[in-house]
């Protein structure tokens, strides 16, 4: 058979429902899908906004989510690929590349783009003989989707691919083989599991920090079980915000520096802090200022260059988080729980005082809208099933530390530093979860990188809704500048992050979307009914108040 007809029918067995593109890549193998799948093949207007579309789809799947471009556009999909390596997120990226044949004698468009997938792949493999398609997309599948999970990266001879036009004898079988997180699940010893509960258990005011292994492994039930048994307040990584819903009693919110006050403080008076699929970085842990320096600290995690990497660790494991979890839970002793109830009273103060504080602004019916109030909308109002994707800069800051999840079955997902990530991660999101209902969070600054795909989801009917918090500027910006300024900027150095007024309702009637514009508060339920209920794209373009700035990291 010809190396696309492989292509195809591995993709489609190995559960692939939809890729993300840019033409012209792997054209035959673009007919044979057609032809002999179900697979959509989503042409986006650029390759970072298709390796995002793949990466929203691999975080709600559970599976890789895969993206294609030809040679001229691989290096804007390594870009994209970025985000997608730093969140541990399983994407396959399949490029054109060079011909040995024409090497070295400057073919249009080309150069040697495997070293820009070096640095954020976890495999990056050339495929220059067609019978080695089906072993390089099982290596690639399985590499993308064990231990910490990560993209991989395979570059086809020929500018556009053209080596899945070639025949030879190929075995296309994948059954049984690793297609979704996790295929493995590391065990510890059961002597290392007592030794670290014993230690957690002994605890006077532990807290336990959920990060993105615990999502990634399933064990969001698991953790909830343990916290309750010991009695212990559960703060999550951004990564991990959905593994304990925001409303139980004993969650704490996010910590670390786009966190809630409250996470943080609890976590500067914890005598032991115990790291569950955390890699303890300095978004989690606001730079190591938390917890404090006297603080035991236990981890776990299923990669073992964790283990240890920011900390000196009493206890760790080597386990997957859920594996972990269900052993912890099995030898762990509940008489101990009482012990910690002053530290929950402790703890549910904090979270008084911050809610306190803050209720003036989730509640304000301010104009220009105040963001902490789209964040309390978004709280109260967002389907019992929703997923919700979330841009980084004040987007991520605002609803990291605002935005509750009521209920195990909502998602979040979250940009792990690229602005502009979120839209086209919805529209991979949803494509991924056709029947939950999307909603995506970003400002008008994340919003114009990729504001050209309203049309691809209208396309192909990808019926997310988006919510643009629209305050004429970069605004995180502010604080830097006005520091840098001696105090105050001048009009030309506000210059350097604000926009011209834009309508973004109006931009997205006028591509054929629908547009709702928000500029009161009490507006903001029924537009977002009203979106839910719209059968193609909408954007909810609210209008908030430049100056207002989302709080700093409490240390």
Known sequence: ?????????????????????????????????????SIRRIHAHGEKAAAYMADGYARVAGRPG????????????????RDAYLAHSPVIALTGGRDPATKFRKVYQEIDDVPSFEAVTKFNATVDDVARIPDMLRQAFRVSVSGVPGPVHLQFRGNEGQLDQEEADLDPDVSGLPSAIPPYRPRPSEADVRQLVERLQAAARPVIVAGGGVRASGAGAALVALAEALSIPVATSLNGKDAIAGTHPLSIGVCGTYSRGSANRALLEADLVCFIGSETGSMTTHFWRLPAKDAAVLQIDIEAENL???YRLDAALLSDARVALELMLACADRSTAPRRGTWLARVRELAAQWRDEMRPLLSSDAMPIRPERICSELSRHAPEDAIMVVDTGHAGMWMGGMYDLRSNRQSYLRSAGHLGWAFPAALGAKCAAPDRPVICFTGDAGFWYHVAEIET???????????????????????????????????????????????????????????????????????????????????????????????????
Not at 8 to 32: K, Q
């Open 1 to 37: 058979m010809t190396g696309a007809r492989a292509l195809a029918e591995m993709l489609s067995a190995y559960g692939v429902t939809d890729i993300f593109m840019v033409p012209a890549v792997l054209r035959r193998t673009m007919a044979e899908l057609e032809l002999h799948t």
């Open 66 to 81: 895969v993206c294609m471009a030809q040679v001229v556009g691989a290096m804007n999909l390594a870009a994209g690929l």
């Open 308 to 310: 240890g990497r920011n």
């Open 457 to 555: 989801a209208l396309r192909w009917g990808i019926n997310a809704v988006i919510v643009v918090n629209n305050n004429g500027g970069g605004n995180q910006s502010k604080r830097g500048f006005d520091r840098v300024y001696g105090g105050q900027q001048t009009e030309q150095g506000r210059a350097l992050w604000t926009f011209r007024p834009t309508d973004f309702a109006g931009l997205a009637e006028a591509i054929g979307a629908r547009g709702i514009r928000v500029e009161k508060a009490v507006d903001f339920q029924s537009a977002l009914a009203s979106a839910l209920a719209t059968p193609r794209l909408t954007v909810i373009d609210v209008v908030t108040d430049i100056e207002a700035l989302a709080p700093s990291a409490v240390a």
